[in-house]
């Protein structure tokens, strides 16, 4: 059975488009067939994240709007083959993408995956809306920062509202991933705990993605930190994190960096 | 005491966690019903105004979220023939009880 997914936020720039593309690449990597699909019209971003940018044809709106076929904008990632991508269009706004074209695609896409990822832009516009509207569960992609927390609790009440599921009075499963995390300075009292946010937003946690230079340098070199350096802290988490989507009970810890005392002095990471 | 007792009183988190708490409280309680109330006072005064004559700006709307009920009390001054000329005015008052909380 397929899942639909919606990786959200409310607020920009918290991670959910990293999110979005480390766990679809965990999720395939574990052999389920996923599709992760940008709905940030006007604002592509998830192919330059995933390394496909040059190889962007056809478009989700052009897919919406009958111009080409599904199977001609779905780009298949050269790393994992059971991974494939169908991008924002670059050129259009929001308005080109129709609910009942955007219905259409999200039931082909059934067909076709166990897992359709769709990574929604920031705020609680039309794309935001159209992004979890048929999604079967959702990922809120928090910070520990208070306006971060506060866009997440207002996403987790249009969840509960706005999405078909919602109107059915049928249940979306949401899950919390806590990205950008310090262990170190939530300890020290300067950082919101992951206890504080749970207990703020009461939604399962799926995660805690600590914070990390390797992400920014996956995003860099466009690959993805669960397939550029899948050993690393952040792509333990997602990976973990990909695990609990799929069904297994793990326990929630945030992976750390092992680092010797000369290697913190230093600033250097130790070996591994 | 240990060496982290220097740093505490610079500790944020707490307040931010406060902060969180009360101003979530505040929403969650009134986000999407405030246009609720505006729908209810704009449709109220309509279906009035069709019958009698009344002023605009005496229209008083209040919802009050109680446990276990919730009332909604709207508050109309009618103006009577002779109260067009002197000040003031009949008070028709409407207390529907909403259900939930």
Known sequence: MTTVL????????????????????????????????????????????????????????????????LAQALIRDKRIDTLSLLPASQTRDKDALSAEGVERVIDQLREKFDWVVCDSPAGIERGAT?????????IVVTNPEVSSVRDSDRIIGLLDSKTARAEK????????????????????????????????????????????????????????????????PPARAYFEAARRLRGET?????PAQRRSLVGRLFGRRAVA | MNLMGLFRRNTSAPVARERLQVLLAHERAFVGKSDLLAVLQEEIIQVIARHVTIDREKVQ?????GDPIATLEIDVEVPTAAAAAAAGGTKLGARPAMAGG
Do not use: C, W
């Open chain 1, 169 to 232: 009075g049928e249940r979306i499963d949401k899950h919390l991933l806590l990205t950008r995390y310090d262990p170190v300075r939530a300890a020290r009292g300067e950082m919101l705990k992951t206890e504080d946010v749970l207990e703020i937003l009461s939604i399962p946690l799926l995660g805690i993605i600590p914070e990390s230079e390797l992400v920014l340098r996956s995003s860099n070199l466009g690959s993805p930190v669960t397939i550029g350096n899948p050993n690393s």
């Open chain 1, 250 to 254: 793990l326990v929630v810890s945030v």
């Open chain 1, 130 to 138: 159209l992004a979890m509207r048929h999604a079967d569960a959702a």
């Open chain 2, 61 to 65: 709307i209040k919802l009050d979220r």
């Open chain 1, 6 to 69: 919606v990786v959200t936020s409310g607020k920009g720039g918290v991670g959910k488009t990293t999110s979005a593309a480390a766990l679809s690449a965990a999720l395939a990597q574990s052999g389920q067939n996923v599709v992760v699909v940008d709905f940030d019209v006007g604002l592509r971003n998830l192919d330059l994240v995933m390394g496909a940018q040059r190889r962007v044809v056809f478009d989700l709106i052009n897919v919406v709007q009958g111009d080409a076929k």
